[in-house]
């Protein structure tokens, strides 16, 4: 039997809709949709800094649960406004590029949160580098 690991972050949304920050299943490791929550509950206003900020829970959630950016194999980035891909894909490059990912950038018509501009997941595979 394949153990399973829990990554919790503090979100709020985390007890409120029953789900994990992060699972880890062997040595695959699942980062849920990511919002750009402040510890204290705000949102930056910008796309760049929002991404930056999820791009900040993620790592901490993936060496948690032992993996390191360079392993991620895919990821998930959820824009409500076309005009904030290149800032998205600029911050992801930074973060992720190494890892050169399958990635998807789709337009949503809004997430959870009307404040956030991006949502980001990511799946990583710990020793794929």
């Known amino acids: 039997m394949v153990e399973r690991q829990r990554v919790r972050s503090g979100s709020p949304y985390e007890p409120a809709v029953g789900f994990s920050r992060a699972v880890r299943v062997g040595e695959r490791v699942l980062v849920a949709g990511t919002g750009p929550v402040q510890p204290d509950g705000s949102c930056p206003p910008d796309a760049t800094a929002q991404a930056e900020r999820i791009m900040e829970i993620i790592t901490a959630a993936l060496a948690e649960?032992?993996?390191r950016?360079?392993?991620v194999v895919r990821s998930r980035m959820l824009l409500t406004h076309a005009e904030d891909a290149d800032a998205v894909g600029e911050v992801?490059?930074?973060h992720l590029g190494a890892a050169a990912p399958a990635a998807t950038m789709a337009v949503v018509?809004?997430?959870a949160d009307p404040r956030w501009r991006v949502e980001i997941e990511v799946e990583a595979v710990i020793g794929a580098t």
């Open 65 to 67: 649960a032992g993996a």
């Open 69 to 71: 950016p360079e392993e």
């Open 92 to 94: 992801h490059r930074a």
């Open 109 to 111: 018509a809004g997430l």
